[in-house]
């Protein structure tokens, strides 16, 4: 069985529909797509969305817990990055790099060192953590 997404406009599989009982055919009339696209846009919208997310994620230690395991993982996975990370941290400690303000609005709070080249640890875009944010989520949606 299929059925065309109403936002998008592509007819799809029916699997490819969020279960919905009180739909006719038990299915939402947006793709999981769809869906989770407008989750994520609500979210980095909405202030009380993520100072929620951020109250519950200080208020229940499981989830700081698996925050960990997470990163753990990711590092063991992802050598060259964690180290990259690493030696830049230790630059910025010793004072051997300094901090500098975002390259898009200029500000000097929450500075983040961007590698464009993990190969090259010292070598970073300086951007603010909004700023980094949003350079990942556009490279994420406009990857193949």
Known sequence: MEKKCFKCGVVK??????????????HLNKCIDCAKTDVRQHRRENESVREYDRRRYRENPARREASAANTKKYNAENPERYRARYLLTNAVRDKRVTKEPCEV????????????????????????????????????????
């Open 105 to 144: 609005c200029g500000v000097t709070k929450y500075i983040h060192g961007h590698h464009d080249d993990y190969s090259k640890p010292l070598e970073v875009r300086w951007l603010c953590a909004k700023h980094h944010h949003r350079y990942h989520a556009k490279e994420r949606y406009e990857a193949p």
């Open 13 to 26: 599989d029916i699997g490819s529909f969020y279960k919905h009982k009180q739909m006719k055919d038990g």
